[in-house]
């Protein structure tokens, strides 16, 4: 009896223990169950929200919301504009060498493949500061897509203009240019040099600080653009001071018949400005043979283009100078010369040719003034030079 007791008793633990598995293994699925019944409630409480959103703001905006977000891997550059834009910086740390090989680059087709507009480039080459500036300021005022500008000054003139100026960082990389030596021409070959990176430029205006206009913009711009010919004088000298100054060691890239003398202020166009700067056979001759008093800024330029392109020569300086004074340098003119009598000796003194006909109308600018005759020429601006 004990022993079916205990047989009782052991089946009955086991029984119990049983009956406890079951239990657990019954209470599982139900778990199981009430996680998977809230997941699909979830899902369809997240449908029933997505869909009511699209509907209320409407599908493009989703649409673009997400692929507004996308940013491309590599965007494609404008190579093109590297070419056709001016540069923002005007100073740089190209060597001479470097930058007239750069700026001697010329595109051997004449249509341009962008919408080009030609601008006017004033080049001023200066000792020191432009004290004249204000009367430049109101000439090119509102015409900034037709001209730029450009300062080769051995101070840095950068400081002295505000923002607003067209002289604002005008400034290019500048060194010592001495009157009556090579590097004079080194400088004006500079200001060509860096004039030529901008693509736009056609024509390249060579200006002093004591330089003025004597038209308005629109008047000036017509008289370069409208012109079949390049504004630089060169003309053959018999005196001692023309072809008194030639050197027989130029021969037999230059000769006494080709010697030329003229204005070291002169204008001309892109391809002649591109002659200049590249040139490599007579810079060396004029440099190693016209020193002092062979004044070479009067005769280099004058003597190269005449032998290369003769035919592109106006043969005369717009610029306007008194010699009657006398002595190696033109009369300077002070505030108490500035007066209506005297802009009409200037405006009506000479007659030339423009294009195959005579005119009265020969200069575009003059020089010397010094500051002083400032004010003056701000006051008479208006009613004597039109602007």
């Not at 680059?105 to 030609?118: A, C, E, G, M, T």
């Not at 009369?331 to 005579?358: H, K, M, P, W």
């Amino acid at each position: 009896m004990l022993s079916r007791a205990l047989q009782l008793e052991e089946g009955k633990d086991i029984l119990v223990t049983g009956g406890a598995r079951t239990g657990l293994s019954k209470a599982f699925p139900f778990k199981l169950l009430l996680l998977l019944g809230f997941f699909l409630a979830f899902s369809v409480a997240f449908i029933i929200i997505s869909v009511s959103t699209i509907k209320y703001y409407g599908i493009n905006t989703v649409v673009t919301s997400v692929t507004s977000t996308f940013v491309p891997c590599r965007e494609k550059p404008n190579v093109l504009n590297k070419w056709i834009k001016p540069p923002l910086v005007l100073m740089h740390n190209m060597t001479d060498e470097e930058l007239l090989w750069r700026a001697s680059f010329v595109p051997q087709r004449k249509d341009y493949p962008f919408n080009r507009v030609p601008k006017i480039a004033f080049m001023f080459l200066t000792m020191g500061p432009l004290p004249l500036a204000p009367l430049w300021e109101r000439l090119l005022k509102g015409h900034e897509m037709h001209y730029s500008v450009y300062i080769h000054s051995q101070v840095s003139s950068s400081a002295e203009f505000p923002p607003s100026s067209v002289f604002y960082r005008r400034q290019i990389p500048s060194q010592v240019a001495e009157w009556g030596r090579m590097t004079m021409c080194d400088a004006e070959r500079r200001l060509l040099a860096n004039a030529l990176l901008d693509i736009s430029n056609e024509w390249f205006v060579l200006l002093s600080e004591s330089c003025i206009p004597l038209f308005n913009f629109t008047t000036i711009h017509g008289y370069i653009t409208k012109s079949k010919h390049s504004f630089m004088g060169s003309f053959d000298d018999p005196s001692p001071y023309g072809r008194g100054r030639y050197n027989g060691n130029m021969s037999p890239e230059v000769s006494i018949n080709e010697w030329r003398k003229g204005s070291q202020w002169f204008e001309v166009n892109r391809e002649l400005a591109v002659s200049i700067i590249k040139d490599t056979l007579y810079y060396p001759k004029f440099k190693e043979f016209c020193t002092p008093a062979c004044y070479v800024d009067e005769h280099y330029f004058p003597t190269m283009l005449t032998i290369e392109k003769p035919a592109a020569l106006a043969n005369r300086s717009l610029t306007w100078v008194d010699w009657s004074r006398g002595g190696p340098h033109p009369a300077t003119f002070g505030q108490s010369d500035v007066s209506e009598e005297f802009f009409a000796r200037i405006l009506n003194g000479d007659n030339c040719t423009y294009n195959g006909g005579n005119t009265s109308m020969c200069y575009l600018f003059a020089r010397k003034f010094s500051p002083s005759a400032l004010e003056p020429l701000i006051y008479i601006a208006p009613k004597i030079l039109s602007f």
